[in-house]
C-alpha cells in the first residue's frame, strides 16, 4: 500500500488549502484513514479521520470549524480541506491508513495504531 500526499505550500494567515491523499495497492474497501500532523519539535498529532465509506469522521478540537475531511472513493482520494488557516497549524502534514477497529473515539488519534504512512506534504503559514 502506497500513500502519496499533495497539496502542501505556503499560504497567509487566513487563507486555505487542500491536501489530498492517493492510495494505491491492496487495501481493503473498509478502513481508517487519517490526517496526522508534525510540528518542529512535537510530536505527531491527530487531525482528522474517517472510516471509509460510512460517512463517519472525527476531528481534533484544533481542526473543527476549519478543516473538512473527504472522499473520493473513484479516485481513492482523501481530502483535507484547510480554512482560516493559522500560524499554528504549520508543520508536515501526513495521511495514514489502518483497520476499521481504528476508526473509533477512542482510537482515531492514535498514531500508533495505523499500518500505513505517507510521505507527508509541508503546510507553512506566515
Known amino acids: 500500500v502506497q500513500l502519496v500526499e499533495s497539496g502542501g505550500g505556503s499560504v497567509q494567515a487566513g487563507g486555505s488549502l487542500r491536501l489530498s491523499c492517493t492510495h494505491s495497492?491492496?487495501?481493503?474497501?473498509?478502513?481508517?484513514m487519517g490526517w496526522f500532523r508534525q510540528a518542529p519539535g512535537k510530536a505527531r498529532e491527530g487531525v482528522a479521520a474517517?472510516?471509509?465509506?460510512?460517512?463517519?469522521?472525527f476531528y481534533a478540537d484544533s481542526a473543527k470549524g476549519r478543516f473538512t475531511l473527504s472522499e473520493d472513493h473513484s479516485k481513492n482520494t482523501v481530502y483535507l480541506e484547510m480554512n482560516n488557516i493559522k500560524p499554528e497549524d504549520t508543520a508536515m502534514y501526513y495521511c495514514?491508513?489502518?483497520?476499521?477497529?481504528?476508526?473509533?473515539?477512542?482510537?482515531?488519534?492514535?498514531?500508533?495504531?495505523?499500518?500505513?504512512w505517507g510521505q507527508g506534504t509541508q503546510v507553512t503559514v506566515s
Open positions: 474517517t472510516l471509509s465509506g460510512s460517512g463517519i469522521i
Open positions: 495497492g491492496y487495501i481493503s474497501s473498509r478502513h481508517c
Open positions: 495514514a491508513a489502518g483497520p476499521v477497529w481504528v476508526c473509533t473515539d477512542k482510537n482515531w488519534s492514535d498514531r500508533g495504531l495505523y499500518s500505513y
